[in-house]
């Protein structure tokens, strides 16, 4: 697993996420998977995290969200086949101008040379879609 592996991955999860792609979605991740907010954790099972990112698509597609960058700011091997990313979002709007931004931590997996996600922490991205007034879960 490399930076460039890791590159990929996050290039084929974005475009996922614009074409509302939840099949890729789960694909991408291996169950069961956790993600850590700051109200609390949550454990996922494919049905259930299916169920979450149906709901961020409307999320975003209410904030304007047009299209989306994802850019690996750190990659730290764990072992031989784990990895810690840190990775930039931007959500932008049709005209590209930046709605919101954010850092996400994933503990990526490599199994059968195919990269899953399986934990993240989502505090920053909730913390900068409430500090512009759209806290997640709003219209």
Excluded: C
Aim: proline share 3%; aromatic share 12%.
């Amino acid at each position: 697993m490399n930076h460039a592996d890791v590159t990929g991955f996050y290039a084929r999860y974005t475009d996922a996420f614009m074409r509302h792609d939840s099949d890729a979605l789960v694909a991408a991740w291996s169950f069961p998977a956790a993600i850590a907010g700051p109200r609390g954790n949550a454990m996922f099972d494919a049905a259930a995290f299916r169920r979450n990112v149906e709901g961020l698509f409307g999320f975003y597609d209410r904030q304007g969200v047009a299209s989306v960058t994802a850019t690996v700011a750190a990659l730290t091997l764990l072992g031989d086949d784990v990895a810690l990313s840190q990775t930039d979002y931007a959500m932008l709007d049709k005209g590209g101008a930046r709605i919101a931004g954010w850092q996400t931590p994933y503990l990526l997996r490599e199994t059968a040379n195919e990269l899953k996600a399986f934990a993240a922490v989502a505090d920053s991205e909730v913390a900068a879609w409430a500090a512009r007034g759209t806290p997640m879960g709003s219209r």
